[in-house]
C-alpha cells in the first residue's frame, strides 16, 4: 500500500505544478520518498521474515514418569492427591470434564487430560479408581467398564532454558477457552476486528483520556501494534519507534489475517516474571498461575490474566494479591458492561477467590538436582540448541512422591541430628539417590540438603570416600569361590600389618579398636569390622576385589593399594548407586538412566533409551551376599532401622564411615527401592556421624515414608538352605532349638547334622576351609 | 531456510522419528508450524495413532489372547512359545495355524523364528502363568505395534509392563523376542537370561528363553553356545 499509492500522488501534483522552486521541493520530495519505500521494503521483509519463519524457540521441556493406575498397586490415595493436586486437579463433586476430579471416601472419580507418549496416546477419559489400604483395588473407566491399566498425564517439573529465559507454551487460536477472546479484545483492544493495524479512533480517545486527566494514563495502541512492539521492537519510548511500530502494524495486518495476529498476541505476550524465567503467552501462564491447560480455565481466571497484561508484575497476584483481585474485578465489570458476559454470569466470577496455586508448580527451581542429571544425560546427546530452542520433550523417571518423601526425610532428620547433636550438624551436606534396582531408573534425587536451590549437585559430583560401602564387593569376591568361602566360613579378626609397595606400613583398625578373634565371614559384613574384611581382601588379591568392584558397575579406576579394601577410594553417590544397583538386581547391572523417551515439540517419537541389562555375577553368589547384607540390618550396623520399621520387612544395605567420620553413608535396597544417602562437610571436615548415627538414619526415615516392599530374591538353582548350628557353623538338625537355615551354594554347605545333643561331625568342607585360612 | 528444505527437513525428522534413532541424532523441528497448546490429545489430529487398548482381552486365558482386527494383528498374544498342547482360552476363528505361536514379524525385520520345533514337551500352562489385567494389556499392545513394525513402540510398551511387574518372566521373554527383531541379539540374550531367574519352576517357560538364548548366541555368531543352551531348552 505504502509503496504503490503514494507515489502515483505526487505525480499527478507535479503534473499541475511547474514552479522551479517547487521542483527542488519535488525531487526533494521525491528523494525522501525512495528512501521511506527503501524503509518500508526493508520493514516489509523483516515483518514477512520473522513471522512466517520459526515464530519462537520454546525449551525443552522436562516430564515426571506419568503415574500408572492398575489393580493391586501399590498406592495410598494420598498420595495419589497428592499428584492429582500437583497436576492442577479441580476438586469437583462429580469430575465434569478433563482435568476434574471428584473424591467420595475410598473412591476417587477423575477424568483425566489425556497425553502423547511415545509409545501411544492416552485418552482423555473418565475413569474411577478405588483404594483400599495402601493398593489400588478397583479400576474401571466411564459407565462402569473395568479398565486393565491407565496411566494420568505426567507432571512438567521443569525446561532447559537458553541464556535469555523464555518460556512459553504454544497454542494454537482453537485450543484457548470461551470468553479469553472476547476479554482480550474489551480490554485492551476494542476495534481489533475493525482496524487496519493501528486505530485512529483509539488514539484519538486516548488522546482524550490523557488531555483530561493531565497525565499518560491510556495508550492508543492495538493488539497488532502491541505484538509489533513485542515482537520486533525494543522497549525504548520515542516517536520514530511509535512511528516503526504503526507502519509495521499496518504491514503485518496487510499480509496476515486476524486469527493469525491473535494467535501470535496470545503466544508472544509477557505475563510475568518466574525466577530467572520470563513466562510468555497464555498457554504457559495458565500453567504457572493456576497448574492447569489454557482449554480448561473459567472466566474469573480468564479475566485475572488478562487483566494482568496491562502489568504483569504490578498486577502479580501472588505479591499483590488484593491489587490482582481489584483488577479481575474490572475486567468482568467491563465484560459486563459491553454485554460479552450475562451478568449473573459476571457477578458469580467475581465471588470466586483468585485460584491461584501457591508458586509457579512448575518452576524450573523446583528439582534443580533431578533436572541436572537429565540435562547432563541429553547433552550427551543433542547440541544445546536443540534443547533449548525445539521444544523436545523429555520424558523421565522422576517420581516426584517419592522426590517429596526423600526430602522430608533429609529435612526431618536433620532437624533431629541438630537437636541432638548441636552444632556439628549446620555445617553437614547432604546428597540421596532414589532408583528402581530392577529398572535402573532414578526416581528421585537430592544434591544438597536444600534441595530445592540449585548448586553443587553433589550426588553427581561429590566425589567421597566410600569407606564400608565397598565390603560387599570383598566378600562377593570371595562367594564367588563357594569351594573356598561359605558365609559361615571363619575370618580371624585380629590386628595385622603389611608394607606397601611404597614401603609404608598399613595397619587397619576396627572402629571399637578391638579384634573380634575368630568370626563368620557374615558377621564380619554385618558388624563391618575391618581386620577380618582387610584380611580376606589381600587373601583374595587386591587387584580381584577391583576387578569385582569394576564389573559391579564402577568405571573409576583406583590404585591396588590394600587401604583400597576399607574403602579410602572415592566415589560419587550415582557411582555408589550403580554399584548397588548390581548387587540388588541379582548380579545384572544396568546404567542408572534418567530419562525415559524424547518426543518432538509436534509428539513424534525422536529416542528411546532401552532398558539394558549386562549379568555380571552368579545369582547364587549374589544371594549369599544380600543373605550378609539382611544380617547388617538384623544383627550389624544397620540394626537401627527396625526400631522404626516392621520386622517384616526385608532390607539389605550396609553402612560406610571414612576416616574420621567425614563422610557418612548408607547404601541400602527392598524389593522395589534402592537407595543411597550421603551426609559430610564440602571442606571434608569431620562430622560428629557414622554412617548408621547418620546417613542410615536419612535413610530409614525414607523407608519408612516410601513404605517398600520387602526385599525377596527368588532362590537361585544352585543355592540351597541348610540348617546350621549357629555357633559352630555345622550342620545341624532343624528340630534343634538353636539351628538356623543359612544357603550355601550347592557342593560348599556342611555336611547334614544329627539330631540334637550328639556332638556333630566335623565337616570336612570346613576343616579344609579353615586349614586354609590358617 | 527455503522451503523444499524445510520440508526435507521435516521428512527426515518424520523417517527418523519412526525408524530406530541413532544415538546423537539431532532432532529437527518443522519451524513453520506451531506446536500445540501442550500436549492435549484432543487438540491433536494425525499424530494420534490407531486406538490402543485392546478390544477383547480373554480373561483368564493364560497367555494367549486374541486381538481383533487386521491381518498385522490376528496372531494370538503368546509371551512365550506355546507347546504342542491344547491352548488355554477361546481361540475361535482364527486361523489355527497363528495358535502354534509365530510371532508376527514387521516387514524390513529379521523374522524371528518360532521355537516350538525345539522338542519342548507338551502340555497346558499352569495356572500360576497366566497373566493378570495390566501386563496382559500391554503385552497384548506390544504384540500389535510389533505386528504394525513399531518395534520401538513394542518395545516401550514392554517396559512399562516391566515396570508393572519387574518379576514376571513373560515380559523379559517378550522384550527379548523384540530385541532380537530389533537385531540387539546380545541384550536378547542378557533379558532372557534375567528371565531364567524368575522362572524357576516354570519348564516350559524356561525352556522357551534357553530357545530364544540358542537364537541369540546364533545370531552373535557363537554356534557352540547356542548348542549348548538348545540343549538346555530340550531338557526341559
New interface residues.
Given amino acids: 500500500m505504502t509503496r504503490s499509492r503514494s507515489p502515483r500522488s505526487r505525480n499527478k501534483r507535479r503534473a499541475s505544478a511547474p514552479h522551479p522552486l517547487l521542483g527542488w521541493v519535488v525531487k526533494l520530495g521525491l528523494v525522501g520518498l525512495v528512501v521511506l519505500a527503501g524503509f518500508a521494503i526493508y520493514l516489509d521483509a523483516v515483518v514477512q521474515e520473522k513471522f ?5 524457540t ?1 525449551p525443552a521441556k522436562v516430564y515426571a514418569r506419568p503415574l ?1 493406575l ?4 501399590k498406592l495410598t490415595k494420598t498420595d495419589f492427591l497428592t499428584e492429582l493436586d500437583a497436576l492442577g486437579y479441580r476438586r469437583e463433586s462429580a469430575a465434569s470434564g ?1 482435568g476434574a476430579a471428584a473424591v467420595a471416601g475410598n473412591d476417587v472419580q477423575l477424568h483425566t ?12 477419559r473418565r475413569i474411577n479408581v478405588r483404594f483400599s489400604g495402601a493398593y489400588v483395588a478397583g479400576l474401571s473407566q466411564g459407565a462402569g467398564g ?1 479398565l ?2 491407565a496411566r494420568l ?1 505426567p507432571l ?1 517439573v521443569g525446561g532447559l532454558y537458553p541464556a535469555h529465559h523464555e518460556d512459553r ?4 487460536l ?2 484457548v477457552p470461551p470468553y479469553l477472546v472476547e476479554t482480550l479484545v474489551a480490554i485492551e483492544d476494542r476495534e481489533f476486528f475493525k482496524h487496519y493495524g493501528v486505530s485512529l479512533k483509539s488514539i484519538a480517545r486516548a488522546f482524550w483520556i490523557n488531555a483530561t486527566a493531565g497525565q499518560l494514563r491510556q495508550g492508543g495502541s492495538t493488539l497488532t501494534q502491541q505484538l509489533v512492539k513485542n515482537f520486533y521492537l525494543t522497549n525504548e519510548r520515542s516517536l520514530s519507534r511509535k512511528a516503526t511500530e504503526a507502519m509495521m502494524a499496518l504491514l503485518l495486518e496487510l499480509h496476515y489475517d486476524k486469527n493469525e495476529i491473535l ?1 501470535a498476541y496470545l ?1 508472544e505476550v509477557f505475563l510475568g516474571q518466574d525466577g530467572q524465567r520470563a513466562v510468555h503467552g497464555f ?1 504457559l501462564a495458565s ?1 504457572y498461575l493456576f497448574s492447569q ?3 480448561e480455565l473459567k472466566l474469573h481466571q480468564v479475566a485475572l490474566m488478562v487483566g494482568m497484561v496491562k502489568g504483569p508484575s504490578y498486577y502479580n497476584p501472588r505479591r499483590f494479591p488484593e491489587r490482582a483481585l481489584e483488577r479481575r474485578n474490572l475486567v468482568l465489570d467491563v465484560l459486563a458492561e459491553q454485554g460479552v458476559v450475562p451478568a449473573e454470569q459476571v457477578a458469580a466470577a467475581k465471588l470466586k477467590p483468585l485460584g491461584v496455586t501457591q508458586r509457579g508448580s512448575l518452576a524450573d527451581s523446583s528439582f534443580p538436582g533431578f533436572l541436572d542429571l537429565v540435562k547432563r544425560q541429553l547433552r ?4 544445546e540448541e ?1 534443547l533449548t530452542e ?4 523429555i520424558f523421565t523417571s522422576f517420581d516426584p512422591i517419592l522426590q517429596l518423601k526423600a526430602e522430608a526425610a533429609l529435612a526431618e532428620t536433620l532437624k533431629r541430628l541438630t537437636a541432638g547433636r548441636g552444632k556439628g550438624i549446620d555445617q553437614v551436606e547432604a546428597a540421596m539417590l532414589v532408583t ?1 534396582p ?2 535402573g ?1 532414578v526416581q528421585a534425587l537430592i544434591g544438597s540438603r536444600q534441595p530445592r536451590f540449585a548448586g553443587f549437585n553433589r550426588a553427581l559430583d561429590a566425589l567421597r570416600p566410600i569407606g564400608s560401602l565397598i565390603k560387599p564387593a570383598v566378600y562377593l569376591a570371595a562367594l564367588e569361590r563357594p569351594s573356598q568361602y561359605t558365609l559361615t566360613s571363619w575370618l580371624s579378626d585380629t590386628a595385622f600389618s603389611v608394607k606397601g609397595q611404597d614401603g609404608q606400613v598399613w595397619k587397619p583398625q576396627n572402629y571399637d579398636r578391638q579384634a573380634h578373634g575368630n568370626v563368620f565371614l557374615y558377621q564380619a559384613l554385618a558388624n563391618s569390622y575391618n581386620l577380618s574384611t582387610a584380611k580376606l581382601g589381600l587373601a583374595l588379591g587386591v587387584p580381584t576385589v577391583l576387578k569385582t568392584l569394576e564389573r559391579l558397575g564402577v568405571s573409576r579406576e583406583f590404585p591396588a593399594y590394600p587401604s583400597m579394601l576399607l574403602g579410602a577410594g572415592s566415589l560419587t553417590p550415582l557411582e555408589v548407586a550403580g554399584m548397588y544397583q548390581t548387587l540388588a538386581n ?1 548380579g ?1 547391572n544396568t546404567p542408572l538412566r534418567g530419562i ?3 518426543l ?9 533409551y ?6 555380571r555375577f552368579d ?1 547364587g553368589a549374589i544371594y549369599l551376599v544380600q543373605n550378609a547384607m539382611q544380617r547388617v540390618m538384623r544383627e550389624g550396623t544397620g540394626r537401627s532401622v527396625y526400631s522404626q520399621l516392621p520386622a517384616s520387612l526385608n532390607l539389605a544395605g550396609k553402612t560406610g564411615t571414612s576416616n574420621d567420620s567425614r563422610d557418612s553413608w548408607f547404601a541400602g535396597f527392598s524389593q ?1 527401592l534402592l537407595t543411597v544417602v550421603w551426609l559430610g562437610r564440602d571442606d571434608n571436615g569431620k562430622t560428629p556421624l557414622t554412617g548408621a548415627t547418620g546417613a542410615l538414619q536419612v535413610w530409614t526415615g525414607f523407608m519408612r515414608k516410601a513404605d517398600p516392599l520387602p526385599l525377596d530374591m ?4 544352585n543355592v540351597s538352605m541348610v540348617w546350621i548350628d549357629p555357633r559352630t557353623g555345622e550342620g545341624s538338625d532343624a528340630s534343634c532349638p538353636q539351628a538356623r537355615q543359612m544357603p550355601y551354594i550347592r557342593g560348599s554347605e556342611p555336611a547334614p547334622g544329627s539330631a540334637c545333643g550328639a556332638p556333630a561331625p566335623a565337616a570336612e568342607v570346613m576343616d579344609w576351609v579353615r586349614g586354609w585360612l590358617n | 531456510m527455503s522451503k523444499w528444505l524445510v520440508s526435507a527437513l521435516a521428512v527426515t525428522a518424520l523417517m527418523s522419528g519412526c525408524a530406530s534413532v541413532q544415538r546423537g541424532a539431532i532432532p529437527v523441528v518443522d519451524a513453520g508450524a506451531p506446536v500445540s497448546d501442550d500436549e492435549r490429545v484432543a487438540s491433536r489430529g494425525s499424530n494420534a495413532p490407531v486406538a490402543r487398548q485392546p478390544q477383547a482381552i480373554a480373561q483368564d486365558s493364560g497367555v494367549v489372547v486374541m486381538v481383533p482386527g487386521g491381518a498385522a494383528s490376528s496372531a494370538p498374544i503368546q509371551s512365550f512359545p506355546a507347546s504342542s498342547g491344547p491352548i488355554v482360552g477361546s481361540v475361535s476363528a482364527q486361523p489355527s495355524s497363528n495358535v502354534m505361536g509365530a510371532p508376527v514379524t514387521a516387514p524390513g525385520y529379521p523374522s524371528v523364528a518360532p521355537m516350538a520345533p525345539s522338542g519342548i514337551p507338551g502340555g497346558a500352562l499352569a495356572a500360576d502363568e497366566q497373566l493378570d489385567g495390566p501386563v496382559l494389556a500391554l503385552l497384548t499392545t506390544a504384540q500389535q505395534q510389533q505386528g504394525g513394525g513399531d518395534l520401538n513402540g513394542a518395545s516401550s510398551s514392554l517396559e512399562r509392563a516391566q515396570r508393572i511387574a519387574p518379576r514376571e518372566p513373560q515380559v523379559l521373554y517378550r522384550l527379548a523376542e523384540v530385541r532380537l527383531a530389533q537385531g540387539d541379539a546380545a541384550q536378547a540374550e542378557q533379558l532372557a537370561r534375567r528371565g531364567l531367574t524368575y522362572a524357576s519352576g516354570r519348564p516350559s517357560l524356561q525352556a522357551g528363553l534357553w530357545g530364544l538364548i540358542a537364537q541369540a548366541r546364533e545370531r552373535q555368531g557363537d554356534p557352540a553356545g547356542a548348542a549348548e543352551a538348545r540343549q538346555q531348552a530340550g531338557g526341559r
Fill in positions: 512466517s519463519g520459526k515464530r519462537w520454546v500408572e492398575f489393580v493391586g498397586q478433563p487430560r489425556g497425553f502423547q507418549f511415545y509409545e501411544g496416546t492416552e485418552p482423555a473395568n486393565a491399566v498425564e512438567l507454551i504454544l497454542l494454537k482453537d485450543q494467535e503466544n498457554g500453567q491447560p489454557l482449554a550427551e546427546d543433542y547440541r536443540d525445539e521444544g523436545l520433550r528402581s530392577e529398572s531408573e541379582g545384572f525415559r523417551s524424547v518432538t515439540a509436534e509428539g513424534e517419537p525422536l529416542k528411546r532401552p532398558f539394558q541389562i549386562q549379568q545369582p522395589d527368588p532362590l537361585p538353582d
